[in-house]
């Protein structure tokens, strides 16, 4: 067994949008394991706690230490309480673009620095970020504010992280750095690179001494694991190795594949993964996908990992960011076989299979997904492309199907499509309500393992908390509370 004691048996996955709340990576950071924050979207989320007054003063206030108070009395001085309705519920921000706006990068860099900062707060445990690959554009100012927060570990998957490991360093040391963006149709032979400069973010003011935090990857293969031991910019620091009944989004099948009866992508011998030879790499690593109990973390310890990432179990618990009545209406319904949870080959507009969770009132319950008139707004999941006269454009399979095929798009890609942005952003309950009366319906993800979070709910109990959920899979090595 190559169980390293300085490093965490448990690590409580990034969930976006904010499932993986500042609260719940600090009670499992503060309980000896690490506790991860989703930096995915945080933009939009932290802009709305600006605006919700019950969250104000706290978001407000954890700016406080910010390096750079100029830029952050900026940021909260744009993003009032809300008092009384007045068009949209929520001001809105910029979408991501590859060239953003100065607010819109500061913005992105304090929201960011706020979410691991919370987190941190009081404790000396370990904080990770969560980012996704995929979502290219935010990448770079979302991890310079979390290392400004002294984030310790970044943990990225959905894509090939190739360039993050030597991001890091460079931002860590507060060098200008830049990140290739895959544009589709490009033509153009030139890597189109999005930019990142700590010294034109500070406007002259000091840069502050910063820590380098570890990069963890989140794959689905050795092949990919040892891809990435070979970029030339720096290997990463470990593995999350993530099996396909996992929460969120999950690597498709290899090659050309099938559907079952319930339309779901059906997986063969090709899609398993290579443990021994993600082993043999030496770097420390996790397994991800239904570990949820005690037995289960020693059998993957047994494989030569260090632990296990857990997403499922947490999400569901009293401190994570999914809104209280959808935990309570989960919870319920799974007492009655309900709350089914499906891989959707459609619904992300990755393109990645994407888990959801049939729960009435969301949108991903067929009908009500089906009856969600088309907008798209926040932009997290627009992909750049090259536009005939050679400027860069946005399009996203979920927005406006005639949008989208104007833009070149193929009117097959819109078909089952679900607005991850505002339905995950919903889930949290920062919906939009906007002036014309409609409201954005939440949509839930959850891995396969949902079926079983029962098992931490005490006889009489309406919620379990995560430290119900660390007791388990650390069973007489759990220890409590650690300051
Ligand atoms: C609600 C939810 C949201 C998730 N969002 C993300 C995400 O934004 N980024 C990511 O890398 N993984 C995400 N995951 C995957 C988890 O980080 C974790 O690897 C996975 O949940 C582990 O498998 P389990 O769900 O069976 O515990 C998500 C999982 C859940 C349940």
Known sequence: MNTNHSLPEIIQ??????????????????????????????????????????TAELMRRILDEFPFP??????????????????DKYKMIAMPTIQQSKDAIELMVVANYAEVKLAKQGHQGLIGVNLLEKLQAPTLPS??????????????????????????????????????????????????????????????????????????AIISSATLAMHLMRASTG??????????????????????????????PIYGVRDEIDIQAIAAIGLPFWLAGGYGNRDQVLAAQALGSQGVQVGTAFALCEESGLNLELKLEILDALKTGGATVKTDPLASPTGF?????????????????????????????????????????????????????KKGGNIEDTVGRRCLCNGLVATMGLGQERKDGSVELPIITAGDDLKFVLRFLAKGQLLYKAVDVLKVLLGEKFKPLHQ
């Not at 310079?144 to 890091?168: C, H, K, S």
């Not at 396909?244 to 319930?262: M, S, V």
Request: glycine share 12%.
């Open 235 to 264: 290997a990463p620091d470990g593995f999350i190795v993530e099996h396909n009944i996992a929460g969120g989004h999950n690597a498709p099948p290899r090659g050309k594949y099938d559907l079952n009866e319930n339309g779901e």
């Open 70 to 87: 100029e830029i952050a009395k900026r940021v909260a001085d744009k993003y009032q309480p809300v008092s009384e309705q007045r068009g």
């Open 353 to 405: 299979p994407f888990k959801v969770v049939d729960l009435k009132g969301t949108i991903g319950e067929k009908e009500t997904g089906d009856q969600r008139k088309r907008i798209c707004d926040l932009g997290y999941l627009r992909e750049p492309y090259r536009k005939e006269n050679g400027t860069i454009g946005y399009r996203c399979p979920s927005e406006p199907v005639d949008d989208y095929v």
């Open 13 to 54: 996955g990034g969930m976006g949008v904010g499932v993986s709340s500042w609260q719940l990576a600090r009670q499992v950071s503060m309980n000896g394991q690490l506790g991860v924050v989703s930096g995915t979207a945080v933009a939009v989320t932290f802009s709305r706690r600006l605006q919700e007054p019950a």
């Open 143 to 216: 991890l310079y504010g979390a290392i400004l927060a002294d984030v310790d570990y970044v943990l990225m998957g959905a894509g090939i992280p190739t360039r993050i490991p030597g991001v890091i360093t460079d931002l860590a040391l507060n060098k200008d750095t830049s990140l290739p963006i895959k544009i589709a149709n490009d033509t153009q032979t030139e890597p189109t690179l999005a930019h990142f400069s700590p010294t034109t973010f500070a406007d002259g003011a000091p840069l502050p001494t910063l820590k380098r935090p570890k990069f963890l």
